[in-house]
């Protein structure tokens, strides 16, 4: 399984950028997708995830009303489109596939992502810089 994020870049505070988790190996849609962040000296957090199936999408605090998560099964590829972007929501952003029901706990509740790092399927990360 191969997973890979891509469309990070600069963007001025208030602007827009969506990324996107292209899989290989696996079926999205089979799969639970979570977008997590990680900025400098700070945990690994969730900012958006959406169910197996029938995609149902959840935003911890981090990333509600302004992100959203979405899926392209013919695509097998997840977007998160970011609006409204503020210098707090510079970090390495990270997609994550697992089929089990942990992986959408850990991105709905903030539980650190420490000990799964090694166990879902992550992507190297795509880094989203806010400035002016």
């Known amino acids: 399984v191969q997973v890979a994020e891509s469309g990070g870049g600069l963007v001025q505070p208030g602007g827009s950028l969506t990324l996107s988790c292209t899989a290989s190996?696996?079926?999205?849609?089979?799969?639970?997708i979570g977008w997590f962040r990680q900025a400098p000296g700070k945990e690994r957090e969730g900012v958006a995830c959406?169910?197996?199936?029938?995609?149902?999408?959840y935003y911890p605090n981090s990333g509600k009303g302004r992100f959203t998560i979405s899926r392209d099964s013919a695509q097998n590829t997840a977007y998160l489109q970011m609006n409204n972007l503020t210098r707090d929501d510079t970090a390495i952003y990270y997609c994550?596939?697992?089929?089990?029901?942990?992986?959408?706990?850990?991105?709905?509740?903030?539980?650190?992502?420490?000990?799964?790092?090694?166990?879902?399927?992550w992507g190297q990360g795509t880094q989203v810089t806010v400035s002016s």
């Open positions: 994550a596939i697992d089929h089990r029901a942990i992986l959408f706990r850990v991105c709905a509740t903030g539980q650190s992502t420490a000990q799964f790092e090694s166990s879902f399927h």
């Open positions: 190996g696996l079926i999205l849609e089979d799969n639970i």
């Open positions: 959406i169910s197996s199936g029938n995609g149902i999408p």
